[in-house]
């Protein structure tokens, strides 16, 4: 079956142009996926937060990129929790430790959460063990609460994570989704709510069962042909690419002109987000590092300014106060 989306579905939520969307939150400044990693990123100014969504064995959607905890909590510190270690193949790797699917909410919420790269962000550890994981309807509450506070509508990109692997353990996530979004009044195409995942076919369902927008993930590496964008404009409204299918880097790891991604998209009609832009050294392209150390900041500024000019309609980034200083430098600029 072929799915089709009304004209209507092509405003995504992602509203401004070009859009700044806190990764994980202000993942750059506290621990990923908490509550005030994205207070943070919305006091910052950001247009909308992204977050991933996995399900708990009783069903609830929380806040976590991984099914695997232990590298975002000190789950492996509580005693009462170690007879639900396991071993599980996620989307076919191999994988040792405690998984959010084996844990009932209850026994989640005793959980505290901490930074994810202590190495890179030790400034992230001070806020180690303050909050603990968030459910969807947290995160949802708060937003509300924040738009309304700094009297703006702020955005939220949901991305589904590992949505097979779900299915077959018997926890879809589209079906929770979809419920909790029309409890809270978002089911709608003016909502700021958009739908992210790489795998298509969840995106197809929600396609059929929503008049929210649908982003179709795209990971590097990932060759991205003319049929392919034909095919993903059947169900999806938009593109979250990997910033190197936007921009390609060289063999020396260094950026140049930018890929046609961004206009074979937009002549379909597609927006394209590129992520996850971030200001250490080691995730720049290498003609944008600054010095030798790994985890010092490199020309952020720079790799924004280059994804912008290329043409994207928004940027994914950990470093939300950076990108949101480039577009405010461009708007400036445009408008003098």
């Known amino acids: 079956m072929t799915v089709t989306r009304e004209a209507v579905h092509r405003t995504s939520s992602l509203v401004p142009t070009p859009a700044v969307v806190a990764h994980r939150g202000a993942s750059g400044h506290r621990p990923e996926h908490t509550l005030d990693a994205y207070r943070t990123a919305i006091r910052m100014g950001v247009d909308d937060i992204e977050l991933d969504l996995v399900a708990t064995r009783d ?101 589904l994570k590992h949505a097979a692997h779900h299915d077959a353990a018997g926890l879809p996530l589209d079906v929770p989704l979809l419920r909790e979004l029309a409890r809270q009044g978002l089911d709608h195409p003016w909502a700021r709510v958009a739908l992210m995942s790489f795998e298509a076919p969840v995106l197809q369902r929600l396609a059929e069962r929503t008049r929210l927008p649908v982003v179709q993930l795209l990971d590097r590496g990932h060759p991205v042909t003319p049929d392919e964008l034909d095919r993903i404009d059947e169900y999806a409204d938009g593109l979250g690419a990997h910033r190197s299918l936007v921009l390609p880097r060289d063999r020396d790891g260094a950026i140049g002109a930018p890929s046609s991604l961004v206009r074979d998209a937009h002549r379909r009609g597609l927006t394209v987000h590129a992520w996850t832009v971030r200001a250490e050294n080691r995730f720049l392209p290498t003609n944008l590092r600054r010095g030798s150390a790994p985890d010092a900041p490199g020309d952020m500024a720079g790799e924004v300014r280059a994804l912008l000019a290329a043409g994207v309609d928004g940027v994914i980034t950990d470093h939300p106060e950076e990108a949101l200083s480039v577009v405010r430098e461009r708007a400036a600029t445009t408008v003098g």
């Open 59 to 159: 069903g609830v959607l929380v806040a976590r990129h991984d099914l695997e905890l232990s590298a975002t909590t000190d789950v492996a510190d509580r005693p009462g929790l170690a007879h639900l270690r396991r071993t599980r193949v996620v989307d076919g790797v191999e994988q040792h430790g405690w998984f959010v699917q084996d844990l009932t909410l209850p026994e989640l919420k005793t959980l505290a959460a901490r930074e994810r790269m202590p190495g890179t962000r030790p400034g992230n550890t001070a806020y180690d063990g303050a909050e603990g994981v968030p459910t969807l309807t947290e995160v949802l509450a708060m937003v509300g609460a924040e738009s309304v506070r700094r009297g703006r509508p702020v955005g939220v990109a949901l991305e």
